[in-house]
């Protein structure tokens, strides 16, 4: 019944999914995220990739993978939650969830027909949520870590790499341009006014490693930690290192 359904709202020109891809600089990372991006078994999904202020050759490369599936957006000016915030606004009408992902970060061919098991439970009234994720560089420790990180999303409730929002819900909320780290908590903070986190347990979803091997895992750790308990004002005024 439910596929369907799909194959209805496919040729119907119904969107499921929107799927927003932030991109600045990061030429050696784009083009595996839209290939995965580009096939995905799914017939009721768009890709929308925003690139603003690259220096290098992201622009041109997303250009290159533009379809009917995928659109391709520039803007000039710089800021991760003001690109999520421009894709939004350019996702279908009859779209009915967004997912904001990194451009570092790999879905696996079913990830989005697990996706809609996941979401179609009896009795849920989801809002946000979050997914499992797996080192795409992978290593003993890379993999504890990891395994860490997906505890504490879960038990507080936040997210890394992806975020999974209520399409009909960014009438009212928006990622708080003026954060440049942890504007996705407190984006997840503000949805869960509207109804309940998730975190779906999943082996589907892949992210680099890069930040982690550059800052250190124990040292960003730290410093996402901090970031959580100071005042929004503070919150405010931290910057956070464009890693490439």
């Not at 925003?50 to 622009?59: H, M, P, Q, R, Y």
């Not at 908590?185 to 347990?201: A, C, D, N, S, V």
């Not at 405010?236 to 290192?241: A, C, D, L, Q, V």
């Amino acid at each position: 019944m439910r596929s369907a359904r799909l194959q209805k709202d496919a040729i119907a020109g119904a969107c499921k999914y929107s799927i927003v891809v932030p991109a600045h600089n990061e030429e050696r990372y784009l083009p595996e995220t839209l290939r995965h991006l580009a096939a995905l078994d799914h017939p009721a999904y768009e890709v929308i990739v925003v690139e603003n202020g690259s220096t290098d050759a992201t622009l041109r490369i997303a250009r290159g993978f533009a379809s009917r599936r995928i659109r391709v957006y520039s803007l000039r000016s710089r800021g991760v939650s003001r690109a999520r915030n421009f894709g939004a606004s350019k996702a279908s009408k009859t779209s009915e969830w967004m997912l904001f992902l990194d451009a570092d970060t790999l879905l696996a061919r079913g990830f989005l027909r697990e996706l809609d098991r996941f979401l179609s439970r009896e009795g849920a009234s989801y809002s946000i949520g979050t997914t499992r994720m797996l080192p795409i560089e992978r290593s003993v420790r890379s993999l504890l870590w990891f395994r860490v990180y997906d505890l504490f999303h879960l038990a507080f409730r936040c997210s890394c790499s992806l975020q999974i929002a209520r399409r009909d819900l960014f009438d009212k909320v928006r990622y708080d341009e003026r954060l440049e780290i942890l504007e996705d908590l407190k984006l997840i903070r503000t949805l869960q006014g509207y109804g309940e986190f998730f975190y779906m347990p999943t082996r589907s979803v892949s992210t680099s490693t890069r930040r982690f091997a550059k800052t250190g895992y124990v040292r960003l750790t730290l410093q996402w930690t901090l970031a959580a308990l100071v005042p929004y004002a503070k919150r405010k005024k931290m910057r956070y290192e464009i890693l490439r």
